[in-house]
């Protein structure tokens, strides 16, 4: 099997109900890393593309997160019905799905505006 040509990591982090930071799939369903690979094999690409479900990706304030390498394109709050268009533009076209991709400026920053100040007992 020849190498993968892109991996796209799709957090499948899980806190209790009502944490402050969110959950990515809070039922651990898997949902959006199963979709993302039914459609990346109906596309024709599951043998180049690689879609694995990754630990907390650290950007709960953006929502289900994907980031794609090797171009690190990151998504936010993304939804079942948003995985057809990333696969579609993204995976097959090489186009950035602009709507849903996270600012540089928000990546890993404390000043990002959609971040809260987490509490000190807070993960």
Not at 91 to 109: H, M, P, T, W, Y
Request: net charge neutral; charged share 25%.
């Amino acid at each position: 099997m020849p190498k993968f040509d892109k991996h796209i990591f799709i957090c499948g982090n899980q806190r209790p109900a009502g944490h402050p930071r969110g959950s990515c799939d809070p039922a651990a369903t898997e949902g959006l890393q199963r979709e993302f690979k039914r459609l990346l094999s109906q596309a024709g690409v599951g043998n180049s593309v690689r879609a694995n479900k990754s630990g907390c990706l650290d950007q709960c304030e953006h929502g289900p997160t994907v980031v794609i390498y090797p171009e690190a394109i990151w998504y936010g709050n993304v939804t079942l019905a948003d995985v057809r268009e990333i696969v579609q533009s993204h995976s097959v076209g090489d186009q950035l799905v602009e709507r849903l991709k996270i600012s540089d400026s928000c990546l890993n920053a404390p000043t990002c505006e959609h971040r809260q100040v987490p509490r000190s007992n807070e993960v």
